[in-house]
């Protein structure tokens, strides 16, 4: 298991899968108040999020329309 609490399942990158796995991981890392975990499975997360965006939308939505998406919303 690694540096995780509990048992989390794998994904598979560019699936959502993947995300989920990057999620419980965060999660765990919150539960845990791992400050440099959190931000290694943050990064993951995006990561596994921008893998997705590849894989799903095939070039005509990038992860850069993501981040723009982001900034829009922004309160």
Do not use: N
């Not at 931000?39 to 997360?45: G, K, M, N, P, Q």
């Not at 921008?50 to 981040?67: R, W």
Request: aromatic share 8%; with cysteine; glycine share 8%.
């Amino acid at each position: 298991m690694g540096y995780h609490l509990r048992e989390i399942t794998k994904g598979r990158l560019g699936e959502f899968s993947k995300i989920r796995e990057e999620f419980e991981e965060l999660s765990d890392a919150m539960e845990q108040d791992a400050k440099i975990l959190v931000l290694c499975e943050l990064a993951d997360l995006v990561g596994a999020i921008a893998a997705f965006v590849k894989q799903e939308f095939k070039g005509s939505i990038g992860f850069e329309d993501v981040i723009l998406m982001t900034q829009m919303t922004r309160d």
